[in-house]
């Protein structure tokens, strides 16, 4: 009940938003009419539009980011089309005759104005749902980790439902003023053109992108800080308040959230929070997949052992970033082959990951013997102040005998650490999140022949061959097929699964056109040879001495292999 309230209010106050001031005009040129038979249909056309395209974002598919630019092409064409009729009464009897038939069918005979009302509130809809603040940006980021749901709709429903009541104020306030103006000034054509104007030029403001741009900088009504100190009053872990400890550097950001919103656990029964109670807590959120996780999951693994037997228990939260990752086989078998020997709480849903408000892999939460967290640590290093807090957390609890002294583990293949001088960032081969793909074309969720440019710049990657390009993978159709990439770093990972799940894909890489020889990676040799068998990262690179630039190939013998994200170290 509270988040819906929440929503509702967010709603109320988006009208301040200043992407919303172009549609405003267009708006009040319709106040003078009456409310049942134009401003209701209109709130309910813009209500609907706006939770529907307010989803289709949720579900988070390229496609429905599309469709949702389409729509807003649509609208401005639609809403530039009543601003010219605004400008001509004779020109607007002409041209509305076609929208005055479609009002008749979609009011099934209530009156032409119900239907053209509708109609214009489904173009004022999709103009709206862009302009969000924190609280739908919330209930959104829920929709698209969790999935569509009852709950997702009631709130975006209540979100769009607080926007209708904002424009309905308006509206009935607009009519007001709207015919006091006209009695004053004995103007009304004059005022129905001038909001004609007004109309062409929010459309125009809004096609060159100033509404979110221009208005946005220049507005001094920001509703984002409202929104957000609302959020923080209803959720305050989420503003990560602190309360100072007597005697300790160590603040309390907040109590340990439930963990029962885990899928699946591995190397333990289900764990809680008050069972946990009188020993000190690690909570580590990785994925296996994750460059990044898998460089400080030897550090975990050291503090687990070097401090299980003085008061330390180490949880493992499996935060999955690919569909692949959610499966509890791929995970048991990556947690084996890792040596993960404690427990680990599959986070198939993100449950976990947002009651802990958590937006990073890796993630390390610190908590006490009395439940409460008292120390973060995101991204890697750092790893001997994290110690420290374990000890201190230790300490405090009571325990004695704690070891002194830092870890330091000898990593080995994808865990060892990164060296001084990458210049590659992670590069995500799908296209949702994709970037530097250097094509002539990019035919989304369509197979397409490829063809990679003879030279790359740095950091541009290239296709040659018939792919699939996908929202999070890209899928070879027949072989042979290669994947380019010019890279600045020590290390190339690159995450690669086979289509089929059992049948292995055979591969070859190469560094600068030749074999890898003694840069070869740890699920490569020297010849540069290896095989995709299982949904992972597989490290195709470690190179030794200077590191440079570099143009890095690989080329699948067999069809079907998945490409997912390239990391670097």
Not at 36 to 62: C, Q, Y
Request: charged share 15%; aromatic share 8%.
């Amino acid at each position: 009940m509270i988040l819906l309230l929440l929503s509702y209010l967010g709603g109320v106050l988006t009208i301040l938003s200043p992407c919303i001031l172009p549609v405003l005009p267009f708006v009040f040129a319709r106040a003078d009419q009456p409310f049942v038979k134009s401003g209701l249909p209109l709130l309910a056309g813009m209500a609907l539009t706006f939770a529907a395209v307010a989803t289709l974002a949720a579900l988070g598919g390229g496609w429905a980011v599309h469709a949702n630019q389409y729509g807003r092409i649509a609208a401005l064409i639609l809403l530039a089309f009543f601003g010219v009729t605004l400008l001509s009464r004779a020109l607007a009897d002409r041209l509305t005759r076609p929208l005055v038939a479609l009002g008749d069918r979609l009011s099934r005979g209530a009156g032409s104005s119900i239907g053209a009302s509708f109609v214009l509130g489904i173009a004022t809809g999709l103009l709206w749902a862009p302009c969000a603040g924190p609280i739908l940006g919330l209930v959104l980021t829920g929709a698209a980790i969790q999935g569509a749901s009852v709950g997702t709709t009631a709130l975006l429903l209540a979100y769009a439902a607080g926007a209708a009541t904002s424009l309905a104020i308006a509206l009935l306030i607009g009519g007001r003023v709207f015919a006091a103006m006209k009695r004053s000034l004995g103007a009304g054509e004059w005022i129905r053109r001038a909001l004609g104007v007004a109309v062409l030029a929010g459309v125009a403001a809004i096609a060159f992108g100033l509404d979110t741009g221009l208005l946005t900088r220049l507005s001094l009504a920001n509703t984002s800080s409202i929104e957000q100190t609302l959020i923080d009053k209803i959720r305050p872990q989420a503003a990560l308040k602190t309360t100072q400890v007597a005697g300790s550097d160590l603040p309390v950001e907040g109590l340990m959230p439930p963990l029962a919103g885990a899928t699946a656990w591995i190397n333990s029964a289900p764990l809680t929070p008050q069972a946990l109670r009188g020993k000190v807590v690690l909570v580590d959120f990785w994925t296996y997949s994750c460059i990044n996780c898998l460089r400080a999951l030897p550090y975990v693994r050291a503090w687990a052992a070097k401090y299980k037997d003085h008061g330390l228990v180490v949880i493992g939260v499996h935060a999955p970033e690919f569909a692949f990752e959610k499966d509890l086989g791929n995970v048991r078998r990556a947690v084996h082959g890792l040596k993960v020997t404690y427990p680990v709480a599959l986070d198939g849903n993100l449950a976990i990951w947002q009651a802990f408000h958590n937006e990073y892999w890796p993630a390390h939460y610190f908590i006490d013997a009395q439940g409460r967290i008292r120390a973060h640590h995101f991204g890697e290093g750092e790893y001997d102040a994290s110690e420290r807090i374990i000890q201190t957390l230790l300490r405090e609890a009571g325990y004695a005998n704690v070891p002194g002294g830092i870890v330091d583990p000898d990593a080995e293949g994808a865990e060892r650490a990164p060296a001084g001088d990458v210049q590659s960032p992670e590069t995500y081969v799908g296209y949702g999140r994709g970037a530097n793909l250097a094509s002539d074309h990019v035919a989304e969720d369509k197979a397409s022949d490829y063809a990679a440019p003879a030279k790359l710049n740095l950091n541009q990657w290239g296709l040659t061959g018939s792919w699939t390009i996908g929202p999070q993978m890209t899928v070879l159709n027949k072989a042979p097929g290669k994947i380019v990439f010019r890279f600045h770093a020590r290390d190339l990972h690159l995450v690669l699964g086979p289509a089929s799940g059992t049948t292995p894909v055979r591969f070859r890489v190469t560094i600068d056109g030749a074999p890898p020889g003694d840069a070869h990676g740890v699920d490569t040799n020297a010849a540069g040879e290896g095989q995709v068998t299982t949904q992972r990262l597989y490290q195709l690179i470690r190179q030794n001495g200077a590191i440079a630039d570099h143009t890095f190939a690989i080329e699948f013998q067999d069809p079907g292999v998945q490409a997912y994200s390239f990391t670097f170290g």
